[in-house]
Each structure stands twice: as structure tokens, then as C-alpha cells.
């Protein structure tokens, strides 16, 4: 059997953009492709977060028991690269765009195309990940405007403009 080169196969796999903030004792946020809905009744969704994270150590902790998951626009691209650790600009994100809570207390950026803010559900252990099943608190769709996207390394956009 060749060697599985899991990375580059999965590069091929377009996907969305978010941005996860968590409801800790101070804002904090990382770069996340692996969201999906899990169950509409009752209102469950999933992201996946690699244990080498800050993030995975703040909810693995309790410091955080919630997140948010921004969906990102495409004119949000700096928010991706920021909290992926690949932004050029030292920026802080929470100062220079515009924020509101909801339900958990996780920052949520109000020019995303919408959040789904969650309470820690289930917390399954696979591999260097750690999947993290969110009851939906409350979630909205804010802007129509066009998807940020990731494919082969590259940011792109999806949309109709």
C-alpha cells in the first residue's frame, strides 16, 4: 500500500471558513474548516480542533465551556489568516472589528455571514483531535455577502458577486 499522504488529499476538499471564538476568561479564537451540522432535533453541531491548540487546552481545561463559530465572509479573509497564525499584520481582531456576544458569552464578529454560538455538548477524543458536539444556544445569519473559502492552500471566495 503507498504512503498515505492524508494532507494533500484533503487540500482537494474545498471548504468554508471560520473563525471559533471561545467564552474563556480572555478572547481567543482559531481558524476552523471542520464544522458541520450534526443534528437539527435537537440542534447540534461539531468542530474539530487539534490538541496542540490553545483553544483545545482552554475548553480540555474548563477556563472555556463554549464557543461561537463565525462563519466568515470573504472580505473577512485577515480574520482566517489571523487565527490560523499566517496573518502578516499584527492585528487585534477583537479591538478592530466589530464584536457582540450571544448566548454563551463567545465573541461573535457581526460582519461574519452568520454564527452558531454553542455550549459544550460531548467532547469525543479522535487521534491529535479533539471533536467538540456544541448544543446550538443561538445562532443568526447577519450579511449576504460571499463565502470565504479554502482550496489547495489558497484562499478563495464562493458566491454570486
Not at 29 to 56: K, M, Q, R, W, Y
Amino acid at each position: 500500500m503507498p504512503e498515505i499522504d492524508l494532507r494533500s488529499v484533503m487540500g482537494e476538499f474545498a471548504t468554508g471558513v471560520t473563525a471559533v471564538t471561545l467564552n474563556g476568561p480572555e478572547a481567543h479564537g482559531i481558524t476552523v474548516n471542520a464544522f458541520s451540522s450534526v443534528s437539527l432535533d435537537p440542534p447540534l453541531v461539531l468542530v474539530c480542533l487539534d490538541h496542540d491548540t490553545e483553544a483545545h487546552e482552554q475548553l480540555q481545561s474548563g477556563d472555556a465551556d463554549g464557543y461561537c463559530v463565525n462563519i466568515l465572509a470573504a472580505d473577512q479573509q485577515i480574520l482566517g489568516e489571523y487565527f490560523a497564525d499566517m496573518a502578516e499584520e499584527d492585528i487585534d481582531p477583537f479591538e478592530e472589528f466589530p464584536t457582540m456576544t450571544a448566548e454563551t458569552g463567545a465573541p461573535v464578529f457581526t460582519e461574519s455571514l452568520g454564527y452558531v454560538d454553542c455550549s459544550i455538548h460531548e467532547a469525543v477524543e479522535a487521534g491529535d483531535h479533539t471533536i467538540y458536539i456544541g448544543s446550538v444556544e443561538a445562532a443568526e445569519q447577519l450579511e449576504d455577502k460571499d463565502a470565504l473559502t479554502f482550496f489547495e492552500g489558497e484562499w478563495g471566495t464562493l458566491g454570486t458577486e
